[in-house]
């Protein structure tokens, strides 16, 4: 049986280091500021794209890999023998399922692709990854990482809040939450991944709030697979909730990531998300 | 940037065609905001755009429930879906297209070209035929444009890829001839919004043939469209719904549904018939579709309201609304932010049934929630909801001590909710604020507190906590004992009889003063307090 390798792209932000142990392949999305393109976490890490948001008077830009790029990593990955699953960020945020699927059936003849459409983004592409990833090194074939992937996505979730929903709206990616603008009060709103689009939740005022809420998210949940935890740039955040967190989730087992370049050019500065896997149930 | 390689596709089967219309179907999505905006014909009621995508949505569902792979199979579960989950004129119109398309195909396992090209302009003569009286400059043109555009293609050139593509061309031409062809839309500078609607569709399945990407909407939304008026003739009540029966005759319905209306449409086969018109009767429509058979998927929506909703909010139709927030409001400024926090605003004078009842009409929804405070609601005011039974059944009455609490509660509501449900969060939420006001002596002296010094008096909870003559330095005062130092936003609402100087130097001292804090000035426009405080 022919082994099988994973293939995602670069808005699973998932840390570098879980990328190589499992050896998932990242195909990079571009982040423009002006006109200097800049290829997500191979020429700008998060660290500097946060740090160019606060200085640059551009607005980021972001658009999907060349299928040209999934090209070149399904034949390299088909040359060393191997099958591909290639999951990637929800459809309805980006057409980076397409360009995917236009790689896969130009190389048709040649290489055994499956693209999924992970309907998430994020961390929450990230824990679906490595959940396929895992299965991958375990020694699943193509189909069974395949069907695990499907049942697995709809219970990946992504709960965040963002400082403002202006970079969203910019982006075109502010789906249902634009029944958030317009408000005539500075509000803090606290949004979901659903169905492969950002939803609203609530309207807070407050970052603590929006805080609570998340943590309210977490315990909702009776059983956790994998939890993670994203940010923007604040680490402080990050520390607070951890603390908090610990009751239902050991500690050292929650991933920490930074949004990277390409989520957070339409998050934007401040934002905090939890992910919560609960695995497959059924 | 992600074009894939062109390559002639010589025959599309039932399963190429569902995937095309599924991409189709999405690009339609993202459009469909600016279709709304554009639909000013037959009637500015802004929905064009959202009954195309949810009626091409019910389209796909059912074809892909049918699990069928021939072309002619594919297209008649396309049109059946079509033709039950049709939506609003533009979408039965679209029903019959696909119907006319399905027909031409009946028993194809696949087609080339020149039948692609036969089907479009049976699709075309189908839409045309269920329209009572069709105007030119609407996609029932783009629908003929395209169909001649398709043939000449399929006899020039075999592959499919190739017709879709100048079948799309030509689409996008077509769209931008209809701003000549109709007054009011030139009148309104816009391009019909159905002949958009049906571009963007044959644009779609273009693109994904092609297996280009679909570019991203939305562009700009044109500002004007929504500002024309109904006009007070125009039949009133957008009324939709379908008849279930044996021997139906929908030539003989749309007959007898042009005595009570004008848009008529009825289409469907013997079995199944969809009706739309505009009318003011729309209950004589539905009896006599009883008398026929078995009436369902009824929706009656009325034009004048969905058009007022459209030029307030630039959107007509609201996401699915099970609760209405109506807040009895003090002051224009606080009016206006409830509004933009989704409510209808009433105020509490003797007028408060009429209005409560007109504002429960128009939102449409089944549950409502009034909200007020103390200072807005009159004692008389709740008697009244509660003799008049308005919170008996599906209202429910939360009062707060202050409109800043207000706020917080409105903050806490969402439409989707229960009365039940947002009452309980509406209850939670100001308890994690802390609020003040300043008042003049005799509005203190009416709360029975009395004060001796000071112009301004400070109250927590009506008690008097501060008094003195500088507005910044009893609002400072206020803010400290709420705890101000150490929370996030400090909101102030100034109230009406506060002047521009007043404001200025209470902005300009209230942040001096908390630095680490962000401080919101609102123009709240009260009566009854000139600022209220809030921290959290």
């Known amino acids: ?282 | 940037m992600t074009s894939g390689q062109p390559r002639a596709i010589d025959r599309c089967d039932g399963t190429r065609l569902l995937a095309v219309v599924v991409d189709a179907t999405e690009l339609l999505a993202r459009r469909g905001n600016l279709i709304d905006a554009l639909n000013v014909f037959p009637v500015p009621d802004g929905d064009t755009g959202t009954n195309l995508v949810l009626t091409m949505r019910a389209a796909v569902r059912a074809a892909r429930a049918s699990g069928t792979t021939g072309i002619g199979a594919t297209a008649a579960a396309l049109a059946r879906g079509a033709l039950l989950g049709a939506h609003g004129n533009s979408g039965v119109i679209v029903s019959q297209y696909l119907r006319g398309f399905a027909r031409a195909l009946t028993g194809h396992d696949d087609a080339d070209a020149l039948a692609f090209a036969r089907a479009l302009d049976e699709a075309s003569a189908t839409a045309h035929a269920a329209v009572d009286r069709p105007v030119e400059g609407t996609m029932l043109t783009l629908a003929r444009e395209v169909a001649r555009a398709a043939m000449d293609s399929a006899r020039a050139d075999r592959s499919v890829d190739s017709l879709l593509a100048a079948v799309a061309d030509e689409a996008r031409a077509a769209v931008e001839r209809t701003r000549d062809s109709l007054p009011v839309l030139r009148q309104a500078g816009v391009v019909d919004a159905g002949a958009l609607g049906l571009a963007t569709l044959l644009e779609g399945m273009s693109l994904s043939l092609r297996g280009e990407p679909l570019p991203s909407e939305p562009a700009q939304l044109p500002a004007q469209p929504a500002a024309l008026g109904v006009p007070a003739d125009v039949y009133s009540y957008c009324t939709e719904f379908v008849i279930n029966g044996v021997g139906l005759d929908p030539s003989a319905i749309r007959g007898e549904m042009r005595q009570l209306g004008d848009s008529v449409l009825a289409v469907g086969d013997a079995q199944l018939v969809r009706v739309h018109l505009h009318t003011f009767q729309p209950t004589r429509a539905i009896d006599y579709g009883s008398s026929l058979g078995v009436v369902g998927q009824i929706k009656v929506d009325d034009m004048q309201v969905q058009n007022r909703r459209l030029r307030t909010c630039g959107h007509a139709v609201p996401e699915a609304t099970r609760c209405a927030l109506l807040v009895i409001a003090d002051g224009e400024g606080f009016a206006e932010l409830f509004r933009s926090l989704g409510a209808a605003i009433v105020t509490g004078d003797a007028t408060l049934l009429d209005q409560l009842q007109r504002a429960v009409r128009e939102t449409g929804a089944p549950e409502y929630v009034v909200l007020a405070d103390e200072a807005g609601l009159a004692s008389h005011a709740r008697e009244t909801l509660a003799t008049a039974g308005w919170l008996a059944g599906s209202g429910r009455l939360l009062s707060t001590r202050d409109p800043a609490q207000c706020v917080a509660a409105a903050l806490a509501f969402q439409s989707e909710h229960t009365a039940d449900e947002n009452l309980r969060a509406m209850e939670r939420a100001p308890r994690g604020i802390r609020t003040a006001r300043i008042v003049t002596p005799a509005q203190a002296a009416l709360l029975r507190s009395t004060a001796n010094q000071g112009r301004f008096v400070g109250l927590v909870d009506d008690r008097i906590e501060v008094t003195g003559d500088d507005l910044v330095r009893v609002a400072v005062a206020l803010l400290t004992r709420l705890g101000a130092d150490s929370s996030e936003v400090i909101t102030v609402y100034l109230g009406r009889a506060i002047s521009a100087d007043e404001a200025s130097s209470v902005a300009s001292g209230l942040r001096a003063r908390f630095p680490g804090q962000q401080v919101e000035i609102i123009d709240g426009g009260q009566s009854h307090g000139l600022l209220y405080l809030a921290c959290e």
């Open chain 1, 1 to 282: 049986m022919r082994p099988v390798r994973i293939v995602t792209d670069s808005t699973c932000d998932l840390p570098r280091a879980v990328c190589e142990e499992l050896h998932i392949v990242v195909v990079p999305l571009n982040v423009y500021f002006g006109k200097r393109v800049y290829r997500d976490g191979v020429d700008l890490s998060a660290e500097q794209f946060f740090q160019l948001l606060a200085q640059s008077p551009e607005v980021p830009k972001t658009s999907q890999p060349a299928s040209g790029l999934f090209e070149d990593a399904y034949s390299q990955l088909a040359s060393e023998g191997s099958a591909i699953v290639s999951i990637h960020l929800s459809a309805k945020l980006s057409g980076t399922v397409r360009s995917a699927s236009v790689a896969r059936d130009a190389l048709r003849s040649r290489c055994s692709v499956e693209v999924i459409d992970s309907g998430s983004a994020s961390l929450g592409l990230g824990f679906i990854v490595m959940a396929a990833a895992e299965l991958a090194r375990d020694g699943a074939n193509q189909w069974e990482i395949a069907s695990h992937v499907r049942r697995l996505s709809p219970n990946v979730h992504v709960y965040c809040f963002v400082d403002t929903l202006e970079y969203l709206q910019r982006g075109g990616r502010i789906g249902r939450a634009s029944a958030f603008l317009g408000t005539l009060l500075n509000i803090r709103p606290v949004l979901k991944l659903e169905d492969g689009e950002v939803q609203p939740v609530e309207k807070v005022r407050t970052r603590s709030k929006a805080l609570d809420s998340l943590m309210e998210f977490v315990e909702l949940f009776p059983r956790i697979e994998r939890l993670g935890l994203l940010h923007s740039d604040s680490l402080a955040d990050v520390e607070m909730l951890l603390r908090r967190l610990e009751p239902l989730y050991p500690r050292e087992q929650i991933m920490v990531a930074h949004y990277g370049p390409t989520i957070g050019a339409h998050a934007g500065p401040g934002g905090i998300g939890v992910v919560v896997s609960e695995g497959v149930t059924v």
